[in-house]
């Protein structure tokens, strides 16, 4: 996997504006995304496919398996009509490995409480399927934190599109510019600044704790 230069977290300079936070979820508060990787390499080996761990970090990490599966049939590495029976089998293989990859991390029930308790409304939005977002949350212990939860089959046009993000707005009622939006893979970035949100980036969830949000959570 080739690692991404992440730029230093920017101070806000006016944090009272932040009246929300939007969490990606894969890669951000679960380290779900070679789970992912796994299981679709599961579901399309039946089929004798596959994609390379280098080309999924590259460029598949991020995106719908829909979207996946639609882009490897372009490029005529699946037959034609398979994509519904893999994306299906895909989510079957994804529910029986999520314990092993969503499991309760304190660092993060931490600092979903300090946030919740400092006032913030907060969303995770994902990629994932709803069902499939709401076993991880749960599995995780992270599910209760949340004012929001939004799925990719919630929206019309998943990310790299912004909808998802915009529409999380929507529903809290908020100014772009009041939303700190949490990103690590490029199509997730890639939505985020395109909604018009504060985007802050990350690797991955190791870089997720309370120093991430210290500008936010320090008293003045």
Not at 154 to 162: A, G
């Amino acid at each position: 996997m080739v690692a991404m230069e992440i730029p230093t977290p920017q101070k806000l300079s006016e944090k009272k504006d932040i009246k929300a936070i939007i969490f990606d979820l894969d890669g951000v508060l679960v380290n779900m995304p070679e789970g992912h990787y796994e299981a679709l390499n599961r579901a399309l080996g039946l089929f004798g496919a596959r994609i390379e761990e280098r080309e999924h970090y590259d460029f598949f990490n991020g995106l719908p398996t829909r979207k996946k599966l639609e882009t490897l049939e372009k490029q005529n590495r699946l037959p034609l009509g398979l994509r519904d029976t893999i994306n299906s089998i895909k989510q079957k293989y994804t529910k029986e490995i999520i314990p092993s990859y969503c499991t309760p991390d304190h660092s993060k029930n931490i600092l979903l409480k300090h946030l919740k308790q400092k006032g913030y409304l907060l969303a995770c939005c994902s990629n994932s399927t709803r069902d499939t977002l709401h076993l991880m949350l749960q599995s995780a212990q992270l599910f209760d934190y949340f004012d929001l939860i939004i799925g990719n089959d919630e929206v019309v046009n998943p990310k790299p599109h912004p909808e998802i993000y915009h529409t999380a707005m929507q529903r809290f009622n908020v100014h772009p510019k009041e939303c700190l939006i949490i990103e690590d893979s490029p199509h997730g970035i890639a939505a985020a600044q395109e909604s018009g949100g504060i985007v802050r980036i990350v690797r991955n969830t190791e870089d997720v704790h309370l120093g991430l949000f210290e500008d936010l959570l320090i008293n003045e």
